[in-house]
C-alpha cells in the first residue's frame, strides 16, 4: 500500500526554525512522513497549511481548542483528595488524514465483521450450530463470564445483537490496518469524534475546504434512524439514552447524543416498570418507553437478574425486555463476543458464517488455552502482551517489553495456572502521526477507532476517533492514562 | 418533561436567583460603604449579614473583606454566593441536554472563572468591579435563558424556581428593614439605607419614576410588595409563580392539579387584596412571614403532584 503513495519533497527554508526539528522517525509506519523530509501526498496540505503558520500561531490555536472544551464542559471528572477536578481529555489540533481507497477497505472490512459477529451471536444464543460443529470450544462460550443463559431463545430485532459498535484498529508497520478490538458493549467515544471536528475544522477553515473531507455531523440522525428501524412501533416511538449518571466519566457524550437526536436522556431513576411495561416518570404522569438506547453495562442494568446492589439500573426491565415490550440497544449479551478469545477466532468466524476472507486481519493472538502456544508466550514474555480474556479499558494485562522481570516471574504464574483465561500478543509499534508537542511537532503513536451502526441496516459514518498516546514513545492511547484524541479526516478522493 | 428534569430545572434556577440576590447586596454595600460614617457602614453590614440570614458566620473582628469573602467565596458555606453557583452549575449538568448550548456556556464560563477565587486572594483587588461583573454576567445568563430557550414546560420551571427564590428573598429582606429582624440591628435605618434597600433590589430608578425621588418608608414597601410592574417586587413574582403553574405538567390530571392551583390561587388573593396602611400599622412581619410560607407551600404541593409522586397513585 505504501509504495503507491506519491511523494511530495519539503525542505524545511531556514534549518532550525522548522517545527519537524524533533520529528524522528522510528520503526513504525508514519501517517505523514514516508521517509525522513518526504511527505505523504494527502498530508501535503497540512504540511503546507503549517508552514505557513506564524510561529506561535500553532500554539495559540492550539490554547484556543482546549478552551473551548472546558467551556463546554466536554470534561471527565478525576477524584482525589476528595476535591474533583475536571479535565478535559485533550484534542490534538493536526487532524489524522485517511484516503478515500484505505477507508474503503476499512469500510468494508468492518462492515463484513459486524455481520459475521451478530451471525456469531444469533447462532450461540439459539442452535449453537458453531459449537456442535466444533470450531469454538463450547467452554470457552458457556464459560464466559458474559455468556447470558437468561438471553437464550430470546429473538432480537433483525437478529441485530450489536447495534452500535467501536472497533480499534491500529495500523501495523507494514501499513496495513489490523483490528485490535472488537467493543460490541457500550462503547464510547463518538461525541469527542463529532467535537473534535468542530474546533479542528475552525482552525484549520481553508484546508479542510480544499481536502474535500467527508461529513459526519450526521451521525446523531444516523444512529436516531438505527434505533427507530429496532422497534415495530412506528407512530410516535418513545426513544431514551440511558445513563448512570452526571458522575460516569461518558456522562457529555449521553447528554450530546440525547440532545443532538431529540430523544430523552433518563437515568434508572426515571424509569419504572409496571405490567412488564417500561415507563418513565413525567410531571405529567408515566410516559411508556420503546427504545431504550443504553450506557450502562449488562451487570447493572437490572438489580432483579443481574448485580442486585446497583443503583443504576432498573427494577424488572429485563422482564419488560423478554416480554417484548422494549428494545435494548445493544441487546443484554453481546460482550461474550468482544471477549478476547473470541477475538482470535473471528476471522474464522468469518469464513464460517459467511464463506468470505476476512478483509481486515486481526493482530496475531495466541491463544493460552493451546498448549503449543502457551509455550511461545512463557518463552517470550519479554516481548509480547498478555491480556485476562474478560477484561478490558487495560485492566489484567502484562505489558511485557516494559514489565520487570519479577513481575514478569509472577504473571508466568499466573499464566500457568489459569491458561484459558490469557491470550498473548505481540508488541504491535501503533503507527505514529503529527503531534503537537511542547511548541514544535513531533510524532506520536495513534489507533483508530471508528463507529459501526447496525440493524435494518449497516451504517458507517466516515470518519472516527483517533485516540494518540501524547507521551513521547508510549504506546498507551487510553484517556485514563495520557492519551488524547485527534480529529480523523476520511477525504472524498 | 421528566420529573427529573423539572427538578434539576427548578432548582438551577433558585440558586442562580440566590447567587444574583448575594452579589447585587454585596456589590451595592461595597459601593455605598465609602460615604457613611463607621457605625453606619458597620449597621448596613449587619443588614445585609441578616438579609442572607448568615449571621452564624460572623465573628466579632471580622473586617468588610472577611465578611465578604465568607458570603460570597468560601466554597464550604453551603449558602456562599459561589456555593450557589456551583449548585446551579451541578443541576444544568444534570438536565445538559435540556438547555442550549448558549446557556450551558454562559453558566459554566461565569463559574470557572469565579471558582478559584475560594482560594486567592486576587479579587481583593478590585471587589466592587468584581462583583458588577459578575451580575452583569448573571443578567447575561438570565437573558440568554430567555432569548434561545423555547418556553415551554422546561422554562417554566426556570420561572417557577427564580421566582419562588425572589418572593422569598425579597420578604427576608424587607422584613430587615420593616419587620422582626429589625430590631437586632443596633442603629435605625438612615436615608441613606433606605437608598441601599432599592439598589438592593435594583429598584432605585424604577421607584424614582412612580414616587419621584421622594424617599419614604412606607412608599418603599409598597412599591417592593405591590407595584404589578416592577420585575423585583413580591407581587410580581407572586404573578410568574401563577403563570408558571397554569403552564406546567399540562398532561397531568385535574385532580393532582388541583391541590397546586388552590394554593397559587390563596397566594394571589393575598398579594392582591391587601393594602399597605394595613402592613404599616402593624402586621407587617406577620404578613412577610406568611408571603414566605406560602411559597414553601406551593413548592410542596408542586413535588408531591408532580415531580415525586407515587407511580402506584397514577397507575
Known amino acids: ?493 | 418533561m421528566l420529573s427529573r428534569v423539572a427538578d434539576s430545572l427548578y432548582w438551577m434556577n433558585r440558586y442562580l436567583e440566590r447567587a444574583e440576590h448575594i452579589a447585587r447586596l454585596i456589590a451595592v454595600k461595597l459601593e455605598t460603604t465609602v460615604e457613611q460614617s463607621r457605625e453606619d457602614a458597620e449597621a448596613a453590614w449587619a443588614r445585609v449579614v441578616a438579609a442572607l440570614s448568615a449571621e452564624h458566620h460572623m465573628t466579632e473582628s471580622a473586617d468588610a473583606m472577611s465578611v465578604t469573602h465568607r458570603l460570597a467565596f468560601d466554597w464550604h458555606n453551603d449558602s456562599s454566593m459561589l456555593a450557589s453557583l456551583g449548585f446551579a452549575r451541578d443541576n444544568a449538568r444534570q438536565v445538559r441536554d435540556q438547555l442550549t448550548i448558549e446557556v450551558w456556556e454562559n453558566l459554566n464560563r461565569l463559574f470557572l472563572k469565579l471558582r478559584p477565587l475560594a482560594d486567592d486572594k486576587s479579587w481583593l483587588r478590585n471587589p466592587p468591579r468584581l462583583f458588577r461583573e459578575t451580575l452583569q454576567a448573571l443578567h447575561a445568563l438570565e437573558g440568554v435563558t430567555n432569548s434561545t430557550l423555547s418556553h415551554g414546560e422546561g422554562w417554566y420551571f426556570l420561572e417557577l424556581g427564580r421566582h419562588i427564590e425572589r418572593a422569598q428573598l425579597v420578604c427576608r429582606l424587607l422584613d430587615v428593614h420593616f419587620g422582626t429582624a429589625r430590631s437586632a440591628i443596633a442603629a435605625e435605618p438612615t436615608y441613606f439605607d433606605w437608598l441601599v434597600l432599592l439598589k438592593s433590589c435594583s429598584a432605585f430608578e424604577p421607584y424614582c419614576t412612580v414616587y419621584t425621588a421622594t424617599i419614604r418608608p412606607e412608599k418603599i414597601a409598597e412599591f417592593l410588595l405591590f407595584d404589578r410592574e416592577f420585575p423585583h417586587s413580591v407581587r410580581y413574582s407572586v404573578d410568574r409563580i401563577g403563570d408558571a403553574l397554569a403552564r406546567v405538567a399540562p398532561g397531568a390530571p385535574p385532580t393532582r392539579r388541583a391541590a397546586v392551583e388552590r394554593l397559587a390561587g390563596r397566594l394571589k388573593a393575598t398579594a392582591d387584596f391587601t393594602q399597605i396602611d394595613e402592613l404599616m400599622s402593624g402586621s407587617i412581619a406577620r404578613f412577610l412571614a406568611g408571603i414566605a410560607a406560602q411559597c414553601e407551600q406551593i413548592h410542596e404541593a408542586v413535588y408531591a403532584a408532580y415531580i415525586t409522586y407515587g407511580a402506584e397513585t397514577v397507575l
Open chain 1, 1 to 493: 500500500m505504501s509504495s503507491a503513495v506519491k511523494l511530495t519533497r519539503v525542505d524545511p527554508a531556514e534549518p532550525g526554525h522548522t517545527p519537524y526539528t524533533n520529528y524522528r522517525l522510528g520503526a513504525a509506519y508514519d501517517e505523514m512522513f514516508a521517509s525522513a523530509g518526504a511527505v505523504r501526498m494527502h498530508y501535503a496540505g497540512l504540511a503546507q497549511s503549517l508552514a505557513d503558520l506564524p510561529g506561535d500561531e500553532l500554539v495559540r490555536r492550539q490554547q484556543a481548542c482546549e478552551t473551548s472544551f472546558l467551556h463546554q464542559g466536554i470534561t471527565f471528572t478525576v477524584y482525589s483528595d476528595k476535591q474533583a477536578t475536571e479535565r478535559i481529555i485533550p484534542t490534538d489540533l493536526l487532524p489524522r488524514i485517511v484516503t478515500a481507497g484505505e477507508w474503503d477497505r476499512i469500510e468494508a472490512g468492518l462492515k463484513q465483521r459486524i455481520r459475521a459477529l451478530n451471525h456469531f451471536l444469533h447462532d450461540i444464543y439459539t442452535d449453537g450450530r458453531v459449537l456442535k460443529d466444533g470450531l469454538i470450544p463450547r467452554s470457552m462460550i458457556y464459560g464466559s463470564k458474559h455468556y447470558r443463559r437468561e438471553m437464550r431463545g430470546l429473538p432480537v430485532p433483525h437478529d441485530a445483537y450489536v447495534n452500535v459498535c467501536g472497533t480499534d484498529l491500529v495500523r501495523r508497520e507494514d501499513g496495513a490496518f489490523v483490528v485490535l478490538e472488537d467493543n460490541l458493549r457500550v462503547p464510547s467515544g463518538v461525541s469527542y469524534m463529532l467535537a473534535n471536528r468542530d474546533v479542528v475544522r475552525r482552525a484549520f477553515p481553508d484546508l479542510f475546504r480544499a481536502q474535500a473531507v467527508r461529513p459526519i455531523d450526521h451521525y446523531p440522525r444516523e444512529l436516531l434512524a438505527t434505533l427507530k428501524a429496532l422497534t415495530p412501533v412506528r407512530d410516535d416511538v418513545s426513544i431514551a439514552v440511558l445513563t448512570p449518571g452526571v458522575f460516569n466519566s461518558a456522562y457529555f457524550e449521553h447528554a450530546f447524543l440525547a440532545r443532538q437526536m431529540g430523544v430523552e436522556l433518563v437515568e434508572g431513576r426515571d424509569l419504572l416498570v409496571n405490567d412488564n411495561v417500561v415507563y418513565a416518570r413525567t410531571t405529567s404522569g408515566l410516559k411508556r418507553i420503546d427504545v431504550i438506547y443504553r450506557r450502562i453495562d449488562d451487570d447493572f442494568i437490572d438489580p432483579l437478574i443481574f448485580r442486585d446492589d446497583s443503583a443504576l439500573g432498573v427494577s424488572g426491565l429485563f422482564n419488560a425486555y423478554r416480554a417484548g415490550n422494549v428494545v435494548i440497544a445493544n441487546a443484554l449479551d453481546t460482550g461474550v463476543a468482544d471477549d478476547k478469545a473470541v477475538y482470535a477466532y473471528v476471522p474464522r468466524l468469518i469464513r464460517y458464517y459467511l464463506s468470505e476472507e476476512p478483509i481486515l486481519e486481526n493482530v496475531e493472538t495466541f491463544l493460552c488455552r493451546e498448549p503449543k502456544s502457551l509455550g511461545h508466550v512463557l518463552a517470550n514474555l519479554d516481548k509480547v502482551v498478555v491480556k485476562a480474556v474478560g477484561e478490558s479499558g487495560g485492566y489484567g494485562m502484562l505489558v511485557g517489553p516494559h514489565a520487570s522481570k519479577a513481575e514478569r516471574e509472577a504473571f508466568a504464574e499466573k499464566l500457568k495456572a489459569d491458561p484459558e483465561n490469557y491470550i498473548a500478543q505481540p508488541t504491535i509499534q501503533l503507527s505514529t502521526a503529527p503531534t503537537v508537542a511542547d511548541g514544535g511537532i513531533e510524532p506520536r503513536h495513534v489507533d483508530l477507532r471508528p463507529f459501526i451502526l447496525h440493524g435494518e441496516q449497516t451504517v458507517i459514518v466516515p470518519g472516527a476517533l483517533t485516540r494518540v498516546a501524547l507521551k513521547r514513545g508510549s504506546l498507551v492511547v487510553n484517556s485514563s492514562q495520557g492519551g488524547g484524541s485527534k480529529d480523523t479526516w476520511v477525504l472524498s478522493n
